[in-house]
Nanobody
Framework: QVQLVESGGGLVQPGGSLRLSCAASGFTLSNYAMTWYRQAPGKERELVATITSVGGSTNYADSVKGRFTISRDNAKNTGYLQMSSLKPEDTAVYHC?????????WGQGTQVTVSS
């Protein structure tokens, strides 16, 4: 069964950190470009960070540059989003996406809430 499952979300205070995980099953994640998106209530979905399948090049939204890091562990078939210096405006549901020329897969999302 092909699945992407996110985990690691939760409630964190401003300035805190979280690491989101995106576990793939039924396919090899390293053969896909992986992207983290987020969507806050009443707002459009926003691309947060992406990592290519070949070479591992990364790209970030300006709003998270210097604070978030996208990575993958091929041995674990899992991708990550390390989030630091979190702000209330980072509050959203975070989804991971895996795409290649033929297929695209989405996870169900994990809630991140940044609040004191």
């Amino acid at each position: 069964q092909v699945q992407l499952v996110e985990s690691g979300g939760g409630l964190v205070q401003p300035g805190g950190s979280l690491r989101l995980s995106c576990a793939a099953s039924g396919f090899t994640l390293s053969n896909y470009a992986m992207t983290w998106y987020r969507q806050a209530p009443g707002k459009e979905r926003e691309l947060v960070a992406t990592i290519t399948s070949v070479g591992g090049s990364t790209n970030y939204a300006d709003s998270v540059k210097g604070r978030f890091t996208i990575s993958r562990d091929n041995a674990k078939n899992t991708g990550y989003l390390q989030m630091s210096s979190l702000k209330p405006e980072d509050t959203a549901v975070y989804h991971c996406n895996a795409v290649n020329r033929r297929y695209a897969y989405w996870g169900q999302g994990t809630q991140v809430t940044v609040s004191s």
